[in-house]
């Protein structure tokens, strides 16, 4: 069995999120949750890898 499709990753922030109200949107707020542990994952990874 092979894959025939490429997985896509969602790279921006979701465009429903309020700051001002982070609870309006329960969806939206876990998904900007998901998306700064995602960039603080991979700043990490990024870290160490150039710092060995």
């Known amino acids: 069995m092979v894959r025939k499709a490429n997985v896509?990753?969602?790279e921006s922030p979701p465009d429903?999120?309020?700051p001002s109200y982070p609870y309006k949107?329960?969806?939206a707020m876990l998904e900007i949750r998901?998306?700064?542990v995602r960039v603080k994952w991979i700043d990490i990874e990024t870290a160490e890898i150039f710092n060995g």
Do not use: A, S
């Open 8 to 10: 896509v990753f969602d």
């Open 16 to 18: 429903d999120f309020d």
């Open 25 to 27: 949107e329960p969806i």
């Open 34 to 36: 998901e998306y700064i």
